[in-house]
T-cell receptor
């Protein structure tokens, strides 16, 4: 059984650029949630995908978008990057559309210069 | 608005003592509450889930209580060890059914 993997681990972009972050969910899990974590803060919910459909969204602008693929892996896309987008982006997978016991990846550290 | 509050100040304790971390919430009626551990540069790791009809739950040296009247959960680590040093996060489902986290409390256990 493989865990949640995210790529890349680190990324440096400049303001205005676009970025795509990737996540492979744990075997048997069909739900993926994305979180943004600023330094010293808790993870902030961005959105969730269940069976390839968006299943809830947090307080993030439309330039944050995502996809879930038939194999339940997922992408997070951020357009028109801003300095405040610098953070650790976490992907978590779970079974069904419940939020009991999320399995997190190690995250992608994004720096926007 | 819905809020989850954890002790923002780091908790420093001596090895062997019991660590107690607090999670308070407002404007929620969660069916369950979860605790996660996060080490620097890593994703959170699930520790325990306690449901609204459970007063207490234990797992090895960990104990969680859930008081829906006080809107509070307490997380205890007994016989703490330096390896327990980490940030501990509590999490609840919001009204939209999505898991929302507190800001976390950093625990440091000194030998």
């Amino acid at each position: 059984e493989t865990g949640v993997t995210q790529s890349p681990t680190h990324l440096i972009k400049t303001r205005g650029q676009q970025v795509t972050l990737r996540c492979s969910s744990q075997s048997g899990h069909n739900t993926v949630s994305w979180y943004q974590q600023a330094l010293g803060q808790g993870p902030q919910f961005i959105f969730q995908y269940y069976r390839e459909e968006e299943n809830g969204r947090g307080n993030f602008p439309p330039r944050f978008s995502g996809l879930q693929f038939p194999n339940y892996s997922s992408e997070l896309n951020v357009n028109a990057l801003e300095l405040d987008d610098s953070a650790l982006y976490l992907c978590a997978s779970s079974r069904g559309d419940r939020n009991e016991k999320l399995f997190f990846g190690s995250g992608t550290q994004l720096s926007v210069l | 608005s819905q809020k989850i509050e954890q002790n923002s100040e780091a908790l420093n304790i001596q090895e062997g003592k019991t660590a107690t971390l607090t999670c308070n919430y407002t404007n929620y009626s969660p069916a369950y509450l979860q605790w996660y551990r996060q080490d620097p540069g890593r994703g959170p790791v699930f520790l325990l889930l306690i449901r609204e009809n459970e007063k207490e739950k234990r797992k090895e040296r960990l104990k969680v209580t859930f008081d829906t009247t006080l809107k509070q959960s307490l997380f205890h680590i007994t016989a703490s060890q330096p390896a327990d040093s980490a940030t501990y996060l509590c999490a609840l489902e919001n009204q939209g059914g999505k898991l929302i986290f507190g800001q976390g409390t950093e625990l440091s256990v000194k030998p």
